[in-house]
């Protein structure tokens, strides 16, 4: 590894040495920092050791660069300096903070240690500076909680069974004292209390980790900084990182940090703002604060946090008493930074303060995580706002969080017949029903076998991740709006309510108390996360496919972004019809087979099925007479539905035995109907049995044994353009052929084609009906004589699912046996038909794009496999110069956002 060039960074006092823009090095916690007091907020001073020096720690067996001790000791001296205190002196010792903070933020998974230089020695100091002994004894305690769980346990890699870690067991011995004193609350103990309860600590915790807890400073500051440093490679990190994505060698920074304490009494706080609402994006600064409280406790639910403002109020925090109204100098203070903070950063941001007799400091900012509701509102008012431009709006939407929009919610109709059996706060939109689970193991395991879970929990935390993923939704009952439930299921955009105090949750039990009824293990409950109601069994779900005024300006704004065409695949006029609606410019996929499955599709199949087992040239055409109208009846809603839009139409291509019934009294009727018996009907049967159905008799294959099929389908859509036209409407039929490997297929149906129109044109007196002629492209051969197919196919549509199946020779069918262990063992990155394979199969489609445009500049090119609704896949069809990507019409929204976000990106 290259030579380390610095490896602390210095911030405070309206100056530092970072800025934002070094999240590598720096972390986002420390980049933030230092740009915060490059801008003159008022931050306590402190330092950061960067990531590369984390990364040295874990290429040399836990160990720094020779360097680290001098460089951290002269920068602690340049806070000593500023602060006019001495880390570890008797009479005027400084106490700093030691943060872990990586590149993208990790709630709650990296550990940090407050009051860190806090000893035997120095509490004397500490007092006689405040005056206040409570307070010293009071963040003594904490220290010992945190260091002795962070430092002396995990770090030292101690996995102590459940329930039996040092923090929960001296969270105990505080609870037993509080009781024994009647005390509500932890700020009720007395500074005898608290003194009383350091002694208990000390003693339990060389009982349980068989060591003192350290009563040197500097042993303390290195502890921390190599407990951070260490919990980069926790086990909740690292499930974390493989969620998220996060490569395992960005490595943490470590900031230390003066202390600023607002558990200094009455008029010192701490608190967490957002510099607007993140669960709905409303453009109004949001917050919740503790008086007298330190870190923390605002997240952790042990206190219920206040409002810090008129518009922070909910159900359950309406009756404190808001920051506005308790320290007003230092909330406008607050205000007007965090409105600084936005405009600097052009972003809604998540801040951190606390107030220390009546001083503000800002201890954190970083850009919020925000539900898909709030992402969309914020894109387009900032937007208007002039804070950010057209692309950058495109870019402050994920499309996850547009599929969240689109999400299932309770139906409205149903939820208004039913009471709900407890309210909560809305953490997470959306609706969800499960089946209650009561740990994150357990919602795991359940949802391993198929099972729709719900999570509930007293409050979650770090530890729950994995079950907090696997569960539809997530139900707490403790904890604000920020607390860890609430942040991680904003960040997943998922259904979660929080604080629902009502809850009386009993683990050992597996039940809950709510409502005078008691809720097992496996009983289902249903949530509408936007309300934060809870409802006792299962209530009907409906799709939020409704109008959405923010989400359709927000999609415009992407429309003007775009290169790349959105159309669907439909094949009925109920779906183009909503397509349209979701901004579907056209038809990318209409499939002709579809009119003979599901529901009203009888009689068609039959005359469908007449047609297959006809055996000679007139018995087939005369059942393709019958079927005509049915054909192109289909055919002409469509194109009407999508009056002026392209549709592509494709003609028949599944193999024919796959209409053959299997049920004997259908077999029966058709054999009537053809005048057969049932011998001669089975060995007509037989003999559309293919052993490869998949590589067999379909596709334009069957159009060449039966040119009369193809004859028919073109004729049908000729026929309801022509009448279309006559109505005063506007059509635009691209008749596709399927299933190509060679030139010659094409023209020869090229040449019915152009019969038929003629044909159509005489018969209905229309001079002209606008339509193209062209191909898909779904065989690796047609990829590669592209150069021929195009001088005679005026469009190519690839189909990537085929292209994938026979590019890869997997068959789609099949690959559920052996993808599974090609993706956990690393042999491919992902699954091939989900996501573009752009290696391989993507350069398949550049061959055939290059060489179809060298023989016909403007052949029009689009994608209609599932692909054309995946992300990734969308840019890739960006990048290789496109004119359009199909998908159906659910995915449309997403589309359209993601061909936005790669035309910005590329
Ligand atoms: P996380 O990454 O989990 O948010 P932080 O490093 O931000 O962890 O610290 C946890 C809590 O401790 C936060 O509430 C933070 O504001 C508080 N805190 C951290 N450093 C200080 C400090 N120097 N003075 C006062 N509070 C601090
Ligand atoms: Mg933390
Ligand atoms: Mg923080």
């Known amino acids: 590894m290259a030579k380390i060039e610095k490896m602390v960074y210095f911030f405070g006092a309206g100056k530092a040495e970072g800025n934002a823009k070094m999240k590598e090095l720096l972390g986002g916690k420390g980049a933030n920092l230092a740009e915060m007091a490059s801008l003159g907020v008022p931050v306590p001073p402190g330092f950061t050791i960067t990531t590369e020096v984390c990364t040295y720690f874990y290429q040399n067996e836990r160990k720094y660069p020779a360097q680290l001790k001098v460089d951290v000791e002269k920068a602690l001296a340049g806070v000593e300096q500023i602060m006019d205190k001495k880390f570890g002196d008797a009479a005027n010792p400084l106490l700093v903070s030691v943060r872990s903070g990586a590149r993208s933020s990790m709630p709650g998974m990296m550990e940090t240690v407050l009051n860190v230089g806090l000893t035997e020695k120095t509490i004397p100091g500490l007092v006689a500076l405040s005056g206040d002994e409570r307070f010293v004894y009071d963040a003594y305690r904490r220290l010992m909680m945190m260091y002795s769980d962070v430092v002396m346990e995990k770090a030292a890699g101690i996995e102590p069974a459940d329930d039996m870690g040092i923090r929960k067991q001296l969270e105990r011995v505080m609870n037993e004292l509080k009781k024994q004193k009647g005390c509500k609350s932890d700020v009720d103990l007395t500074t005898e209390d608290l003194k009383n309860l350091c002694a208990q600590f000390k003693v339990k915790i060389k009982e349980v980790l068989k060591k003192e807890f350290p009563d040197d400073p500097m042993k303390q500051l290195w502890g921390g900084i190599e407990a951070v440093f260490a919990s980069w490679d926790g086990k909740r990190a690292i499930s974390y990182r493989k969620i998220e994505g996060i490569p395992d060698d960005w490595g943490t920074a470590v900031n230390v940090q003066t202390m600023v304490f607002g558990n200094m009494g009455q008029d010192s706080a701490t608190g967490v703002a957002f510099t607007r609402n993140p669960g709905n994006g409303e453009n109004k600064f949001y917050g919740e604060y503790l008086v007298n409280a330190q870190g923390e406790d605002v997240v952790a639910g042990t206190r219920t946090p206040a409002p ?225 109601l809870v409802y006792e069994g299962q209530l009907p779900m409906i799709d939020a496919s409704r109008e959405n005024k923010e989400l359709d300006d927000f999609l415009k704004i992407c429309d003007s972004v775009r290169k790349l065409g959105i159309r669907t695949n439909a094949e009925t006029p109920a779906d183009a019809a909503k397509a349209r609606q979701f901004g579907a410019e056209g038809i990318g996929l209409f499939r002709t087979e579809h009119m003979f499955y599901g529901k009203g599709s009888d009689e068609a199949l039959f005359l469908l099925r007449k047609m297959i087992m006809s055996n000679t040239k007139e018995e087939r055409q005369k059942a393709i007479d019958q079927l005509y109208p049915f054909v192109k009846k289909d055919i002409k809603g469509t194109l009407e539905a999508m009056d002026n839009l392209p549709v592509v139409i494709r003609l028949l291509d599944p193999p024919l035995h796959e209409f053959v019934p299997q049920d004997a009294q259908k077999r029966a009727g058709l054999a009537k109907e053809l005048n057969i018996n049932a011998d001669e009907f089975n060995k007509r049967a037989d003999s559309l049995h293919e052993s490869n159905p998949m590589m067999g008799h379909r596709g334009v294959r069957l159009g060449i044994t039966y040119p009369e099929v193809s004859r028919m389908q073109i004729k049908a859509v000729f026929e309801a353009a022509a009448e279309l036209i006559k109505a005063g409407k506007n059509p635009y039929p691209e008749i596709m052929i399927p299933v190509v490997c060679d030139v010659k297929e094409i023209e020869f149906q090229l040449q019915i084609a152009k019969e038929v129109y003629a044909e159509v044109c005489k018969k209905t007196g229309v001079k002209e009906i606008r339509h193209m002629f062209g191909t898909m492209i779904e065989i690796p051969r047609a990829a590669l004589v592209a150069g021929q197919i195009a001088e005679v196919a005026e469009f190519f549509s690839y189909g990537t699912n085929d292209l994938t199946q026979m590019g890869f020779g997997f068959s789609r069918d099949d690959i559920g046996g052996f993808l599974p262990d090609y993706v956990s063992k690393g042999i491919l990155p992902g699954d091939p038909f989900q996501s573009i394979d752009q290696v391989g199969i993507g350069e398949l489609i550049k061959i055939g794009i290059e060489r179809g445009r060298k023989a016909r500049k403007n052949l029009e090119v689009g994608i209609c496999g599932e692909h054309g609704g995946d992300p990734a896949s969308i840019e890739f069809c960006h990048k290789v110069g496109m004119d359009y990507v199909s998908c159906s019409p659910f995915r449309v929204p997403i589309a359209r956002l993601a061909a936005a976000q790669a035309a910005v990106k590329n």
């Not at 998540?350 to 220390?356: G, L, Q």
């Not at 999400?407 to 039913?418: F, K, L, M, W, Y």
């Not at 860890?484 to 629902?500: M, S």
Request: proline letters at 4%; hydrophobic letters at 40%.
């Open 308 to 532: 810090i403002n008129e518009s922070s109020k909910s159900e359950h925090n309406k009756d404190e008493v808001s920051l506005e109204k308790k320290m007003p100098a230092a909330y406008k203070e607050l205000f007007a930074i965090q409105d600084k903070l936005e405009e600097h950063y052009r972003d809604m941001l998540d801040i951190e303060f606390t107030i220390e007799n009546s001083k503000l400091f800002m201890l954190q900012c970083r850009v919020g995580k925000r539900n898909g509701p709030a992402a969309v509102r914020m894109a387009v008012d900032m937007l208007k706002e002039k804070l950010i431009t057209n692309q950058m709006a495109c870019l402050r939407v994920t499309p996850a969080q547009i599929d969240e929009l689109l999400h299932p919610i309770i139906d409205p109709v149903a939820e208004r017949q039913h009471k709900a059996v407890a309210k909560g706060l809305p953490a997470g939109p959306g609706g969800a029903k499960g089946q209650i689970v009561f740990s994150a193991p357990d919602a795991v395991a359940w949802a391993k076998q198929g099972k729709k879970v719900i999570l509930v929990r007293e409050e979650t935390n770090p530890e729950d991740v994995e079950g907090m993923r696997a569960a539809q939704a997530i139900l707490t009952a403790r904890g604000g709006m920020t607390s860890h439930a609430a942040l991680v299921a904003r960040g997943w955009g998922r259904c979660c309510i929080v604080g629902c105090g009502v809850l009386e949750v009993e683990y050992a039990k597996k039940q809950l108390h709510v409502d005078g009824k008691v809720l097992k293990e496996g009983d289902w409950i249903t949530l509408n996360g936007t309300k934060g």
